[in-house]
């Protein structure tokens, strides 16, 4: 059994998608799995285990996306897949999908692909029921409707192994996020992080994220340390070491999650129900919109919203007294 994986793009959205790798494993323990990815995603792909073969594609623009479409034509065509499953489900996906060389091509159906163009190009379309995890949608489309919920086993990416400390209870923080409405006040995280025993691990990666993890290593000199930035493969690594992550809606949040780790999140402007890591080791908190604003994935106004509120009005004792329950 030869499968070929369609998902360019997010970071994010390509660790979405490593439950999906899980089950296609699990249902074809032989099958050699080949991935077709954006060069920006490509380090966490080549670091799985069960992907024999990566495709690196660069396709930020339009002009780059035919070139990168041709450039990668020879290798998706090199050879004859049983399966090439698109979980991108927009335009850009399309023209790989369309090309590979495949008995089967499988991927969203009209009423839920991003773009109204991918389903064209497939033979089985599947429409992942509303309210599911996005974790459990690409599952769903990776079984062809077989399977609502999988829960795959603790994912090690190949990297270094850390060596750390005995510290006791190890916590990894991650406060940072792409947007900065995801982003707690650290008037409200500091305070949080002082209630909770433990060690904490500061990882960070932006100039903006080292300056705020500067900010909390200050405020709590004897129980933390910055990690300094990693590779994403080796980020994996020592997070499986740890007891827990903190975490917003962010890479890290997922990355962590991948480990088997318990997680703990705050969510505001993006649904928890959607995002958060599947399972009961795994607790979010989800802020509230003061307008009255409801979404099925993500606030409409979540990069311009001028108040951030939903993240912003969070107190450290409600983020505690969610914290204590989770340990109850």
Not at 70 to 84: I, N, S
Not at 203 to 208: I, K, L, N, R, V
Not at 304 to 323: D, I, N, P, V, Y
Request: aromatic share 8%; charged share 20%.
């Amino acid at each position: 059994m030869k499968i070929l994986i369609v998902k360019l793009s997010a970071l994010g959205d390509v660790i979405h998608a490593f439950p999906a790798i899980a089950y296609l494993r699990a249902t074809y323990p032989d099958a050699l799995i080949d991935w077709v990815v954006e060069k920006g995603a490509s380090m966490l792909v080549e670091a799985h285990p069960d992907i024999r073969k990566v495709i690196v594609v660069d396709t930020k623009t339009f002009r780059r996306t035919w070139k990168a479409a041709a450039l990668a034509l020879p290798e998706v065509q090199h050879e004859m897949y049983d399966l090439c499953i698109d979980l991108q489900g927009n335009t850009k996906s399309a023209l790989f999908t369309f090309w590979a060389r495949a008995r089967e091509k499988i991927g969203y159906g009209f009423k839920t692909a991003p773009e109204w163009l991918n389903p064209l190009v497939t033979h089985h379309r599947v429409n992942p029921p509303k309210g599911h995890n996005i974790r459990d949608d690409l599952v769903y489309i990776a079984s062809q409707g077989k399977m609502h919920t999988f829960t795959p086993p603790p994912l090690l990416l190949k990297g270094h192994e850390p060596v750390l400390a005995d510290h006791g209870p190890k916590i990894l923080v991650a406060p940072g996020s792409q947007w900065t409405n995801k982003c707690l006040e650290l008037s409200t995280l500091i305070p949080f992080l002082k209630e909770i025993e433990g060690y904490f691990y500061l990882t960070w990666g932006s100039p903006q994220e080292r300056d705020l993890v500067a900010k909390i290593q200050a405020e709590l000199p004897e129980r933390s340390e910055i990690v300094e930035r990693l590779s994403l493969p080796n980020l994996q690594r020592l997070m499986s070491k740890m007891d827990q992550v903190i975490a917003m809606d962010s890479l890290p949040l997922h990355l962590g999650a991948t480990t088997g780790v318990p997680t703990f999140s705050i969510f505001g402007p993006s649904l928890a129900h959607k995002y958060k890591p599947v399972g009961p080791l795994h607790v979010a908190y989800q802020g509230s919109c003061p307008y009255g604003r409801t979404f099925e994935k993500r606030c409409p106004i979540l990069r311009t919203c001028s108040t951030g509120a939903c993240m912003r009005a969070l107190t450290a004792e409600q983020l505690k007294k969610s914290w204590t329950q989770k340990k109850l």
